[in-house]
Structure formats: structure tokens, C-alpha cells
């Protein structure tokens, strides 16, 4: 088991080994082990939520090689419309902050199917390039006309891509700084990297969003920190890079994009706001992460509670996704609750999840199981999933598990 994961002594961020237990969320299979039978064995290691009480970042234990978590890979970004949208606006909006000239190199660490690099290239931006480690996706981007390299992002490969390419003017991380073991060697390949003029953004799922919504289904392996605007940028600023601005964004159920630079420039009005509610909301203190901690636990017990009265009833799952994962191990949901999984992404039909062993299936084929509830495992893409089935003629309940706390919705007629 050993050979399997790895726990860590000290901080991700600041190597304190004043390291502070928080949440246990037991033992618990990769999240994006899709499996192809139902037997199919899915090795588990333990996950463990930790808080540092020097830099005050959130973060997992468990370290599972990476090599392991995302050579191969099933998540798909383009597959939802509110990302492909959301994808356009934050373009436009990297392009008004970066006054970026049409021969600018705009580079994405981690970018997947090349959704969020598209946009660029249809305005006439031609100098951009991807970088994943997942073959299946890059392919699947480079069929597209999004060039992108297969490798995991590091200092070296920086290094050889300003010297053949030049320093980049706009650099993009979008769900992936909290994603990798090796912090700092990848926050040193963007500032070798970034032109002394250019800007950076990086995306990553709120530590206050994740707090007020209970989102405890965020925790999993592949995402080993749970950042807050402090803890982020005291690892940035090991770099000399100097947050300037940040906007909310729609995705994972609560983000925010910090964008900096190497140059000091003046903290915009909402960086300023955003960082008060920080400091009035004490997201960034161990006792506010205790507290989430024990309501955890109170909602394992009202997610039982919402499930009995269905016991036998035909419940269809919607959104075979990582978060789903944590959440259906953690409360101990499977078949006799859950018969089946929708999924948009094609990669995905006809495997079953990892621990659960939900087979995962179309939407019609769902549809077809003629469901007399849904629960939206992806509940922050919560309002298109219920207009497509309510399209579909379907009329029963839906249930959501998040945020806050469980909940049933009558489909609207």
C-alpha cells in the first residue's frame, strides 16, 4: 500500500510541520478510477483533510503519484454548455486585463480538450499553446486545432519553452494548482516562464465557497490543497509574483480567478473586498475548519435520512464525476440506493464508479430507466441538468446533496 500513496510531514506550501488534523473521510478509491466491470477491484488509501496553523493552508494528506492520477485520464471540460460560455467570458476578460497584442503566447498549464484555449484562437490569437499530461485528452485537443504538448508542467519544460517559443505574455491554470504534489517546482516553471510584463491566471475552487456550502464532495485525491486568496498568494509570493486583481467565476460550485504578475501593480477594489471577507469570515482559522468538519458528519446522517423513503424505488444518479466519488464512499451509497449514473461524456458509458460500483450510463439510456427520482451529483451545474430532463418529459423529484445540505426539488412543470 505503501508503493500506493504517500502521506506527508509538512505543509505543501510553507514545509511547517505544524500539520493539524481535521476531517477523516475514510478510505477512499481515486475518484476518476472509472471501472469496467462492477467487481473490478478499486485500491482505496486514506484521506485526510489537514489544516497548517503557520500559512493556514487546507490540504490533504495523501499523496497519490500523479503519473497514476492523470497519464490517463476521463474528465472532459467542453462537455458542458455553462463551461463552454463561461470559457468565451473568461477569454475576453483575460484579453482586456492583459492588452494582449494578436502575437501574443498565451499558454494553459493543464488544458485538457483545449475548451478554454479555443476562444483565443477564434479571435485570431494563433501563438497558443496547451499543456496535459493525459494522451487520451490531448490527442482529443490537438484533433480540434488546439496545439498542445502531452507532459506534466515543471520548471524544465519553462525552461525549454522560452527558449524556443519566448517568454509567454499570458499564462492560464485553470482547476490544477491544487491539483499537484509538486507545488512549488510548478509556480517556478510559470515564473520562469511569464515575460516580465505578462500576467498570470490562476483558478481554483474557493476555501470560503467550500466552507459555507458544506462542499466536503471537493475533497478527493487528485485535489490535494483547498486554497483561500491568503494561502495562495503567500506561495506566489515565494516567486516573486504579486497578486493584483480577482473575480468570482460560475465553476466547481464556487471559484475564484486571482491574476497576478511579476510587476507591482495597484490591488484592484475587488481583490481588496475579497480579501476583508477573508479576514471578517475567518475562513483561515482552525477552529472555522473544525466546525466544517463536524457538520460533515451531521450531513452523512441527513443524506441517509433523504434516501430511506426511495429504498426500492428507481433513483437515477446524474454526473458520474469526481466529487460524486467522495461523496457516495463517504456516506456509503451504492446499488441498493443508486441504480444507475448519467453522464454527458462518452468516455464514461459503460463503466461503473470506483467504490459505489454505479454503472454509468447515457442520457437516454437513463432516461429509458423511466427514474422516479434524479440525484444531481454535479449540483453546480444543477439548473441545465434539470432543464434537460424537464425537455426530456421527465416530471419527478431531484434531489441534490449540496450545498449546505440535502435537499429534494419537485420538477417544475
Given at each position: 500500500?505503501?508503493?500506493?500513496?504517500?502521506?506527508?510531514s509538512?505543509?505543501?506550501?510553507?514545509r511547517?510541520?505544524?500539520?493539524?488534523?481535521?476531517?477523516?473521510?475514510?478510505?477512499?478509491?481515486?475518484?476518476?478510477?472509472?471501472?469496467?466491470g462492477?467487481?473490478?477491484?478499486?485500491?482505496?488509501?486514506?484521506?485526510t483533510l489537514a489544516?497548517?496553523?503557520d500559512?493556514?493552508?487546507?490540504?490533504?494528506r495523501e499523496t497519490?503519484?500523479?503519473?497514476?492520477l492523470?497519464s490517463?485520464?476521463?474528465?472532459v471540460?467542453?462537455?458542458?454548455?455553462?463551461?463552454?460560455?463561461?470559457?468565451?467570458?473568461?477569454?475576453?476578460?483575460?484579453?482586456?486585463?492583459?492588452e494582449?497584442?494578436?502575437?501574443g503566447?498565451?499558454?494553459e498549464?493543464?488544458?485538457?480538450?483545449?475548451?478554454?484555449?479555443?476562444?483565443?484562437?477564434?479571435?485570431?490569437?494563433?501563438?497558443?499553446?496547451?499543456?496535459?499530461?493525459?494522451?487520451?485528452?490531448?490527442?482529443?485537443?490537438?484533433?480540434?486545432?488546439?496545439?498542445?504538448?502531452?507532459?506534466?508542467?515543471?520548471?524544465?519544460?519553462?525552461?525549454?519553452?522560452?527558449?524556443?517559443?519566448g517568454?509567454?505574455?499570458?499564462?492560464?491554470?485553470?482547476n490544477?494548482?491544487?491539483h499537484?504534489?509538486?507545488?512549488?517546482?510548478?509556480?517556478?516553471?510559470?515564473?520562469?516562464?511569464l515575460?516580465?510584463?505578462g500576467?498570470?491566471?490562476?483558478?481554483?475552487?474557493?476555501?470560503?465557497?467550500?466552507?459555507?456550502g458544506?462542499?466536503y464532495?471537493?475533497?478527493?485525491?487528485?485535489h490535494?490543497?483547498?486554497?483561500?486568496?491568503?494561502?495562495l498568494?503567500r506561495?506566489?509570493?515565494?516567486?516573486?509574483?504579486?497578486?493584483?486583481?480577482?473575480?468570482?467565476?460560475?465553476?466547481?460550485?464556487g471559484?475564484?480567478?486571482?491574476?497576478?504578475?511579476?510587476?507591482?501593480?495597484?490591488?484592484?477594489?475587488?481583490?481588496?473586498?475579497?480579501l476583508?471577507?477573508?479576514?471578517?469570515?475567518?475562513?483561515?482559522?482552525?477552529?472555522?475548519?473544525?466546525?466544517?468538519?463536524?457538520?460533515?458528519?451531521?450531513?452523512?446522517?441527513?443524506?441517509?435520512?433523504?434516501?430511506?423513503?426511495?429504498?426500492?424505488?428507481?433513483?437515477?444518479?446524474?454526473?458520474?464525476?469526481?466529487?460524486?466519488?467522495?461523496?457516495?464512499?463517504?456516506?456509503g451509497?451504492?446499488?441498493?440506493?443508486?441504480?444507475?449514473?448519467?453522464?454527458?461524456n462518452?468516455?464514461?458509458?459503460?463503466?461503473?464508479?470506483?467504490?459505489?460500483?454505479?454503472?454509468?450510463?447515457?442520457?437516454?439510456?437513463?432516461?429509458?430507466?423511466?427514474?422516479?427520482?434524479?440525484?444531481?451529483f454535479?449540483?453546480?451545474?444543477?439548473?441545465?441538468?434539470?432543464?434537460?430532463?424537464?425537455q426530456?418529459?421527465?416530471r419527478g423529484?431531484?434531489?441534490?446533496?449540496?450545498?449546505n445540505?440535502?435537499?429534494?426539488?419537485?420538477a417544475?412543470?
Amino acid at each position: 500500500m505503501r508503493r500506493f500513496y504517500a502521506a506527508i510531514s509538512q505543509c505543501r506550501v510553507c514545509r511547517s510541520k505544524n500539520l493539524t488534523d481535521i476531517l477523516f473521510l475514510g478510505k477512499q478509491p481515486m475518484a476518476n478510477s472509472l471501472k469496467d466491470g462492477a467487481q473490478a477491484a478499486a485500491p482505496k488509501s486514506p484521506l485526510t483533510l489537514a489544516h497548517c496553523r503557520d500559512c493556514r493552508l487546507v490540504q490533504i494528506r495523501e499523496t497519490i503519484k500523479k503519473e497514476t492520477l492523470f497519464s490517463n485520464y476521463v474528465w472532459v471540460s467542453g462537455t458542458s454548455p455553462t463551461t463552454r460560455r463561461y470559457a468565451d467570458e473568461l477569454a475576453q476578460k483575460i484579453l482586456q486585463i492583459a492588452e494582449l497584442k494578436p502575437a501574443g503566447f498565451v499558454v494553459e498549464i493543464a488544458s485538457n480538450d483545449g475548451t478554454f484555449l479555443r476562444p483565443f484562437i477564434k479571435m485570431g490569437y494563433r501563438n497558443v499553446l496547451g499543456i496535459d499530461p493525459a494522451a487520451n485528452i490531448a490527442a482529443m485537443a490537438n484533433k480540434e486545432g488546439v496545439q498542445t504538448l502531452t507532459a506534466f508542467w515543471n520548471k524544465k519544460l519553462a525552461r525549454d519553452l522560452a527558449q524556443k517559443r519566448g517568454k509567454a505574455h499570458v499564462i492560464i491554470a485553470r482547476n490544477v494548482i491544487a491539483h499537484v504534489s509538486e507545488l512549488h517546482d510548478v509556480i517556478a516553471g510559470i515564473e520562469e516562464l511569464l515575460s516580465d510584463a505578462g500576467i498570470g491566471a490562476i483558478e481554483f475552487h474557493y476555501a470560503a465557497d467550500i466552507l459555507e456550502g458544506l462542499q466536503y464532495d471537493s475533497m478527493y485525491h487528485e485535489h490535494l490543497c483547498y486554497f483561500s486568496i491568503r494561502s495562495l498568494s503567500r506561495l506566489l509570493a515565494q516567486y516573486r509574483l504579486i497578486p493584483f486583481h480577482a473575480d468570482l467565476s460560475p465553476i466547481s460550485g464556487g471559484a475564484i480567478v486571482l491574476y497576478f504578475s511579476k510587476a507591482a501593480r495597484r490591488l484592484t477594489p475587488a481583490l481588496r473586498d475579497l480579501l476583508a471577507q477573508e479576514r471578517r469570515k475567518n475562513i483561515n482559522s482552525l477552529s472555522r475548519w473544525k466546525k466544517f468538519a463536524a457538520d460533515c458528519l451531521r450531513h452523512r446522517t441527513l443524506s441517509a435520512q433523504m434516501l430511506s423513503p426511495l429504498r426500492g424505488k428507481a433513483v437515477v444518479g446524474f454526473g458520474a464525476s469526481a466529487r460524486s466519488s467522495t461523496y457516495l464512499n463517504f456516506c456509503g451509497i451504492g446499488r441498493r440506493h443508486i441504480q444507475a449514473v448519467i453522464d454527458n461524456n462518452p468516455i464514461k458509458h459503460g463503466k461503473f464508479t470506483p467504490g459505489s460500483c454505479l454503472p454509468i450510463v447515457s442520457f437516454r439510456a437513463g432516461m429509458r430507466m423511466h427514474p422516479g427520482a434524479i440525484f444531481i451529483f454535479a449540483w453546480n451545474f444543477k439548473e441545465e441538468i434539470m432543464k434537460r430532463c424537464r425537455q426530456a418529459g421527465y416530471r419527478g423529484k431531484f434531489l441534490t446533496a449540496f450545498p449546505n445540505k440535502p435537499s429534494i426539488t419537485e420538477a417544475l412543470k
